[in-house]
């Protein structure tokens, strides 16, 4: 309906107007921002075609979704962390070599990227079961609500946890930036009443078709 487009929009203005008054504003990184967003855009509108139109479940949507964002993901740490962290364990073993087999390296020396993996492999494994967890949350959201609706709460969730922070920890903002998170808020309370309201009428209309004349 026209009241959930205007919505939609007075939330992305919202969004606008809360970047427009960052303190450290950064076109570089607003570009990053914006690609990522587009890229998220097309994740949901993907999973929302393989959910509702071709009736997939939400697990098997998970394992059809998951392996192109691992390989993405891959490739990304390829290429701007696998350096570092090559750097890392050269810089672990040469110290280690230096302080001879058996020897105690001293606090700050170089650590191996491998040895913290390994000794915190438990917390690795929870974090990534929560992982798995977040996404098939994900994919359900999408399945019963919709990929719009699925962003806007994203939205509305991170203008929440900004003011949360402007008003519980003081944190430093602009009055243009609390304003455009409050709009995203304001307005998504206003999405959520203008698609129930769509619901109703859409439910209504199904049980006088359905009671005929």
């Keep these: ?3 959930v487009w205007l919505c939609v929009l007075m939330i992305s203005v919202g969004a606008a107007v809360a970047s427009y008054g960052e303190l450290h504003f950064s076109a570089l990184g607003t570009a990053l921002m914006m690609a990522a ?24 949507g998970l394992y059809y979704n998951s392996p192109i ?7 990304a740490a390829a290429i701007i962390e696998m350096p570092d962290f090559l750097e890392q ?6 110290a280690a070599a230096a302080a001879g087999p058996g020897v105690e390296l001293p606090p700050g020396s170089p650590v191996s990227p491998w040895h913290l ?15 798995v967890l977040v996404n098939l949350s994900t994919m359900l959201m999408i399945q ?3 990929s719009v609706s699925l962003k806007l709460l994203g939205t509305a969730r991170n203008a929440g946890l900004v003011l949360y ?9 602009t009055a243009t930036q609390v304003a455009g998170y409050a709009m995203c808020i304001v307005f998504f309370g206003a999405y959520v009443v203008a698609k129930a309201r769509d619901a109703q009428r859409e439910r209504h209309r199904a049980h006088g078709n359905a009671a005929g004349p």
């Design 117 to 131: 993996f390994t000794s915190h492999a438990g917390i690795i494994a929870v974090a990534s079961a929560l992982g």
């Design 37 to 60: 967003s587009v890229c998220e855009g097309m994740r949901l509108v993907l999973s929302q075609k393989i959910l509702v139109n071709l009736k997939f479940p939400a697990m098997e």
């Design 89 to 94: 364990e050269r810089a672990a073993q040469a």
């Design 1 to 3: 309906s026209l009241a």
């Design 69 to 75: 964002c691992a390989a993405w993901m891959l490739v």
């Design 144 to 146: 019963y609500t919709g």
């Design 165 to 173: 922070a402007v008003i519980v920890s003081g944190e430093a903002t």
